[in-house]
C-alpha cells in the first residue's frame, strides 16, 4: 500500500513562487521515476516536469527556466519550485511515482493540489 501525500498548493501573484512537495509512503521500491502534471478546466492533463532515478530531468517547453524539479528527503519525495509564475500555470496539480520493473511495477498518482496564480 502506497500513499502520496501533496503538500504546497494555494494562491499567489502572478510573478510569485511556490514550491510543491510530494512524499510517497509505504512500500515504495527503489529506481522509480517522479514527476508533475497539471490538468487545467478543459484541458486533458500534461506533463510538467519529471525526474528519474538516474536524476534525469524532464520539462514541459512552457515551464523551462521557471521551474526545478528534485528529489527532496529520501528517494521518496519530490519537490517542485515554481518561479515567476503565470496565471496560465492555473491548475490541479498531481504528484505521480512510477516503477516499470516487473514484477515490481506500480504507476501512482496524487489526488491533486490547486495552484491558482492570479494577474
Known amino acids: 500500500q502506497v500513499q502520496l501525500v501533496e503538500s504546497g498548493g494555494g494562491l499567489v501573484q502572478a510573478g510569485g513562487s511556490l514550491r510543491l512537495s510530494c512524499a510517497a509512503s509505504?512500500?515504495?521500491?527503489?529506481?522509480?521515476?517522479m514527476g508533475w502534471y497539471r490538468q487545467a478546466p478543459g484541458k486533458q492533463r500534461e506533463l510538467v516536469a519529471t525526474i528519474t532515478s538516474g536524476g534525469l530531468k524532464t520539462y514541459a517547453d512552457s515551464v523551462k527556466g521557471r521551474f526545478s524539479i528534485s528529489r527532496g528527503y529520501g528517494e521518496n519525495t519530490v519537490v517542485l519550485q515554481m518561479n515567476s509564475l503565470k496565471p496560465e500555470d492555473t491548475a490541479v496539480y498531481y504528484c505521480?511515482?512510477?516503477?516499470?520493473?516487473?514484477?515490481?511495477?506500480?504507476?501512482?498518482w496524487g489526488q491533486g493540489t490547486q495552484i491558482t496564480v492570479s494577474s
Open positions: 505521480r511515482v512510477r516503477r516499470t520493473a516487473v514484477p515490481s511495477s506500480y504507476d501512482l
Open positions: 509505504g512500500w515504495v521500491f527503489s529506481g522509480n521515476s
